[in-house]
């Protein structure tokens, strides 16, 4: 257990529509990252929060978006979702800011699977 | 197109035996990281190595960074069943942005 959870486990949605992804990080880390891995393209780097602010960007699509509350849990929103969006998103969690050398502790994922 | 590529993509081995797996890139890495992931679960840390030519050891693995740092090897030594999962190599580039691998997915029988 890595002290990160991530809520649902599984999502089953239609074409078009919108869902929310929710992760809480380990206690006392300050960053999240938003990860998706698919079969075709592997694990992709979405988006970094440190302490409520954005910091990285990765391969996210503009109908994606994040963002960190003020007690650190962060959301995931997918919109206009595509059958391509169906894919395995995993929320990281570390102490520091930067990606440089830091730990990063994967949650368990969610499931999207988009009919 | 992967940024970095890893090799094999599936290796499958009897326990006991020796095994390499690699991670290669056309770009420098200001870092890399090796993970390893069970069905079901997110990516754990095994390494993170940062100077070139630099060479780690956790028990029977055996992680090394190229004097360039454009690549990196994982050795496994008497590889045992539970070694078995999907291994994940992660470069950081220009320090902000963090490209994975594809994977090496690993099966050692008993």
């Known amino acids: 257990d890595s002290g990160v959870t991530q809520t649902p486990k599984h999502l089953i949605t239609a074409t078009g529509q919108r869902v929310t992804l929710r992760c809480s990080p380990r206690?006392?880390?300050?960053?999240v990252y938003w990860y998706q891995q698919s079969l075709d393209q592997g694990l992709q780097f979405l988006i970094q929060?440190?302490?409520?602010?954005?910091?990285a960007k990765g391969n996210i699509l503009e109908r994606f978006s994040a963002q960190q509350f003020p007690d650190l849990h962060s959301e995931l929103n997918l919109s206009s979702l595509e059958l391509g969006d169906s894919a395995l998103y995993f929320c990281?969690?570390?102490?520091?800011?930067?990606?440089?050398?830091?730990?990063?502790?994967f949650g368990p994922g969610t499931r999207l699977t988009v009919l | 197109t992967q940024l970095l590529e890893q090799s094999p993509q599936f290796l499958s081995i009897q326990e006991g035996e020796n095994l390499t797996v690699y991670c290669n890139s056309s770009?420098?890495?200001?870092?890399l990281q090796w993970y390893r992931q069970e069905p079901g679960e997110g990516p754990v840390l095994l390494v993170t190595?940062?100077?070139?030519?630099e060479v780690k050891k956790l028990k029977r693995l055996t992680f090394q960074f190229g004097d360039a740092r454009k690549d990196s090897s994982l050795h496994i030594t008497a590889a045992q069943p539970g070694d078995t999962g999907l291994y994940l190599c992660?470069?950081?580039?220009?320090?902000?942005?963090?490209?994975f691998g594809a994977g090496t997915r690993l099966t050692v029988k008993p």
């Open positions: 929060y440190y302490n409520g602010e954005e910091r």
């Open positions: 206690s006392g880390d300050l960053s």
């Open positions: 190595v940062v100077t070139g030519g």
């Open positions: 770009s420098v890495f200001s870092s």
């Open positions: 992660a470069g950081l580039y220009n320090n902000n942005d963090m490209r």
């Open positions: 990281a969690s570390s102490v520091a800011t930067g990606l440089a050398g830091n730990e990063q502790f």
